[in-house]
């Protein structure tokens, strides 16, 4: 594996660990230009303050959201990583049509996302997570 490789994915890990943490500051450093496309809902949080309010948006109803990492690796200018998405729901959560109250139940679903690298460069320019909307709501028996 090439040093760039090498790099990549240590920085995907490392943004990982981040956000379990909550070091926002930290998760932002790790990118060239902070930007989320969320392939399950079409959303794209662009820019520092867009990723800053999808940070918490998504903590809020969770704030123990963690990721484990079930598999890594490294192909072209891409990072690919499969991960368990986990956590438990403490906070409101806003739904289309309305807001759930804290059921105080957790979730496990498996997950991928994709990490975006420009050429020759190791700050992520993308984080496309990859997911089935509706796995979250079934595990918390809202679905």
């Known amino acids: 594996m090439s040093d760039l490789a090498t790099r990549r994915i240590q920085l995907v890990k490392d943004h990982m660990a981040l956000e379990v943490t909550h070091d926002w500051d930290a998760v932002i450093a790790t990118f060239e230009h902070p930007r989320y496309e969320m392939y399950g809902s079409g959303n794209v949080f662009d820019g520092e303050a867009a990723v800053r309010s999808y940070f918490d948006a998504s903590r809020t109803p ?4 963690g990721n484990e990492i079930i598999a890594i690796a490294h192909a ?10 986990t956590g438990t729901h403490l906070g409101p959560l806003r739904l289309k049509d309305r807001v759930v109250d804290p059921t105080g139940r ?4 498996r997950m991928a996302a994709s990490f975006e ?3 020759g460069g190791d700050k992520i320019i993308c984080e496309r997570p990859y997911f089935d909307q509706g796995a979250v709501l079934r595990a918390l028996e809202l679905a």
Do not use: I, N
Not at 76 to 85: K, M, P, Q
């Open 117 to 119: 690298f420009p050429p």
């Open 62 to 65: 969770f704030p123990d959201q």
């Open 106 to 109: 957790s979730f496990r679903v």
């Open 76 to 85: 072209g200018d891409t990072v690919l990583v499969e991960f368990w998405l």
